[in-house]
């Protein structure tokens, strides 16, 4: 694998030498003055600064009143926690900022009484990943990179091309042809992406554009860049924040990548080793049962791990080969945790019961509601426990799994049939029969 870590970017200046890229694998250490991409020895980077001599929760308190546009942010809020880019070239919508929901229903359904949603479908592009994204992209800007590129299982790509479009920066974005959901497909063309349809699947996109980010002198924003993984540890900042810094006693989120596995494991480390927190929220990761090499390697006690050809109507966890999972598997070692795997019927019947309470998911985040209700089921998460289950994107991204579900021959307990009438009011009698 060759380094793309020297590019010629010209905007090295402008990164704070307290910033280091550390090698997970052979303990490297290199200046962040390119697109981040691997070790020449393999391994992943992660982002090193130092912590501030003045921290305190109260500082993030202080802010929430302001309205300075970093205070603003779900992820800028928490800036000492992050690594110090130059104020100047950050841009942010603002993200995060997502709300917590209790539902009765979902805590009936699940089996969890003291069941929290943490809604990051609600982050500007409808997905965690503008948390990431302004990080990333604000650091290719510290660089004056002159594009930005990322493959895609079509978060990424929604993200990245507003994100670029609002940076002024043009984007590529590499989709694996007929494989992405059709509210993500949009949202990157309507966003001015050039979009690269790549005939095969995620992982040979991938492929493709980590030679094309060397080859063409492209910032790459895919997970494999660490910056990402610094925004999206801010789900946890924010959601400790808003539960005044007593950590619940899971934290429930779906695993494809494994980024975001990575990220909450780094935050709640960081948290531990910087003084904010005392006690560990355990991590609960759950995958697919069609795209779950995760959950194997758990299941052999990390003693083995095997890509698979991954299949699953949640296709933004639709992956067979996870970038982060050294550091995922890290992450659950930490922090005790446990990874578990659920059918594509048990996904979308969680999803149907998330969305009738008037909340609304994709799949995938539906993916860590079923797991909550296995979990439960099980007897890992125990009765009393506190739970917050991330749901990971909008509703709206994958409508056609919302078709597939309603409109479906089989039975589904929640299935909402659209009925067509003569306009008559004794046609609408008829059909309104059972509804009222
Ligand atoms: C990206 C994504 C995931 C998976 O996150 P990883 O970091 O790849 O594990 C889950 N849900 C949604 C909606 C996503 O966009
Ligand atoms: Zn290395």
């Known amino acids: 694998m060759a380094d793309e870590g020297e590019q010629q970017l010209t905007g ?3 990164i704070s030498a307290e910033i280091w890229l550390v090698c997970e694998r052979c303990g490297g250490r290199i200046r962040p003055t390119g697109s981040p991409g691997r070790c020449l020895c393999g391994g992943l980077y992660h982002v090193e600064f130092p912590r501030p001599a003045v921290l305190s929760t109260a500082l993030f308190e202080q802010r929430l009143g302001s309205w300075q546009p970093l205070d603003r942010s779900g992820v800028w809020r ?3 926690l992050l690594p110090p880019l130059p104020i ?8 995060g900022n997502t709300n917590l929901y209790h539902h009765p229903r979902l805590a009936e359904w699940t089996g969890c009484p003291d069941l ?5 479908g609600e982050n500007p592009t409808g997905s965690f990943k503008d948390r990431g994204m302004t990080v990333a992209i604000s650091h290719a800007r510290a660089l004056d990179a002159r594009a930005v590129a990322c493959a895609s299982t079509g978060n990424t790509a929604a993200s990245v091309a507003a994100y670029a479009a609002l940076a002024g920066l043009p984007s590529i974005v590499f989709l694996p042809s007929g494989k992405i959901a059709t509210g993500k497909l949009s949202q990157a063309i309507a966003y001015g992406a050039r979009i690269v349809q790549i005939a095969g699947e995620f992982d040979a996109a991938m492929q493709l554009v980590q030679e094309a980010s060397s080859a063409l002198g492209l910032y790459l924003l895919n997970s494999v860049n660490p ?3 610094e925004g999206q540890k801010a789900i946890v900042f924010e959601l400790l924040h808003q539960l005044g810094w007593e950590p619940p006693d899971w934290i429930i989120l779906p695993g494809g990548n494994l980024g975001n596995t990575a990220a909450f494991g780094a935050a709640v480390m960081q948290l531990r080793a910087w003084g904010l927190l005392d006690r560990l929220p355990r991590l609960g990761v759950i995958q697919a049962a069609g795209a779950a ?3 194997a390697a758990f299941r052999s006690g990390f003693r083995d791990f095997r890509p698979v050809m991954a299949e699953t109507v949640a296709t933004a966890i639709r992956i067979g080969n996870p970038v982060s999972y050294e550091r995922a598997r890290r992450a659950i070692e930490f922090t005790d945790g446990v990874v578990e795997a659920v059918t594509d019927d048990e996904i979308l019947e969680a ?4 969305d009738r309470c008037g909340i609304g998911c994709e799949p995938a985040s539906a993916a860590a509601v079923a797991g909550v209700r296995k979990l439960v089921a099980r007897g890992i998460i125990r009765p009393g426990e506190r739970v917050v289950a991330v749901l990971t994107g909008h509703v709206l991204k994958d409508p056609d799994a919302i078709l597939q579900y309603h409109l479906s021959e089989e039975q589904r307990p929640l299935a ?8 008559t009011l004794v046609a609408l009698r008829g059909a309104l029969e059972h509804a009222l």
């Open 12 to 14: 090295e200046l402008t």
């Open 78 to 80: 928490y800036r000492e």
């Open 88 to 95: 100047d070239r950050i841009i942010t919508r603002p993200e």
């Open 116 to 120: 929290l949603l943490k809604h990051e």
């Open 227 to 229: 910056f990402r993984l």
């Open 293 to 295: 090499p995760f959950y």
């Open 351 to 354: 999803k149907a019961q998330v």
């Open 416 to 423: 909402n049939r659209p009925v067509t009438i003569e306009p």
